[in-house]
């Protein structure tokens, strides 16, 4: 459940910001967008399958914070997708703190 949301914010920030005009700010907003994609999956490779709980945990850190970057410059240009993002980062605080547990659980 929590994948197909993930994707569908994603997909639908994605098109947001593809319908826009071209901007330093929507350019930056891309890259940093995809950077997020790309971590996800890194981040997936760390957890699931290294099983490395502490490489996931600094990992999942580093990327929360791009996603946050990222929130915050879609405020600037779309506030919509910056919601839609929101929801996510909400979500991460739980992840990242469920994430902790697993670490100190599995050292």
Same mark, same amino acid.
């Given at each position: ?10 997909? *639908? ?7 826009? =005009? =071209?901007? *330093?700010?929507? *350019?930056?907003?891309?890259? #940093?967008? &995809? ?10 490779? @760390? @957890? ?8 996931? &945990? ?11 970057? #990222?929130? #915050? &410059? ?19 605080? @739980? ?13």
């Amino acid at each position: 459940m929590i994948g197909i949301a993930y994707y569908a914010i994603f997909f *639908t920030v994605l098109l947001r910001l593809l319908s826009m =005009p =071209p901007s *330093t700010w929507r *350019t930056l907003a891309l890259v #940093l967008a &995809l950077a997020v994609l790309g971590a996800n999956a890194v981040w997936n490779y @760390f @957890f699931f399958r290294k099983k490395d709980m502490k490489a996931s &945990l600094f990992f999942s850190i580093a990327y929360s914070a791009v996603a946050v970057v #990222l929130i #915050l &410059l879609l405020l600037r240009i779309d506030v919509i997708a910056s919601g839609l993002l929101t929801v996510y980062g909400i979500y991460l605080i @739980f992840a990242n703190r469920w994430q902790y547990e697993m670490w100190r659980a599995n050292r």
